[in-house]
């Protein structure tokens, strides 16, 4: 009598398959993930400019409409308004404080870390800050290689 077994198990080519499945799975989420922390510090770069323009809001308020007209202005602006309590005003890339100043040119580029605060501008194309009657907040974008532009 011949009897035949059967053994249980996997073959190579089903182990072989399931690896080539996971290593691809593996490699879509490590390919993804900077893109998703760039998007998330863009964000936060974006919210803390938002910050600031409500900053130079409450300070316009109590200072008579005046808008800050120097860097010590901006200052005073950071200390007084942004940073109230516990609350930090960090590049999230460096974790360091960001760099706040006025701005009387049209500066292609915003150096990481640097809002810069133009008094008299509006937001032009491409985040451009141009010739213009009110204030603009702008900084650089991780994600893109634009400025992010706000009208404060």
Request: net charge positive; proline share 3%.
């Amino acid at each position: 009598m011949n009897q035949t077994t059967t053994k249980k198990g996997f073959t190579i080519i089903e182990v072989v398959l399931v690896l080539a499945i996971a290593g691809l799975i593996f490699l879509m989420v490590f390919l993804a993930l900077p893109a998703l922390q760039r998007s998330q510090r863009d964000t936060q770069r974006k919210n803390d400019i938002s910050r600031l323009q409500a900053a130079i809001n409450d300070y316009k308020s109590a200072n008579r409409g005046k808008l800050p007209a120097n860097n010590a202005d901006l200052q005073t602006v950071i200390t007084n308004y942004v940073k109230q309590g516990n609350s930090t005003f960090l590049d999230p890339s460096t974790n360091e404080q960001y760099t706040v100043q006025l701005s009387t040119n049209n500066e292609q580029v915003v150096k990481a870390g640097t809002i810069l605060y133009y008094q008299h501008a509006n937001c032009g194309d491409n985040g451009v800050a141009q010739a213009g009657n009110g204030p603009v907040l702008r900084a650089g974008l991780e994600g893109q290689n634009i400025a992010y532009c706000l009208q404060a």
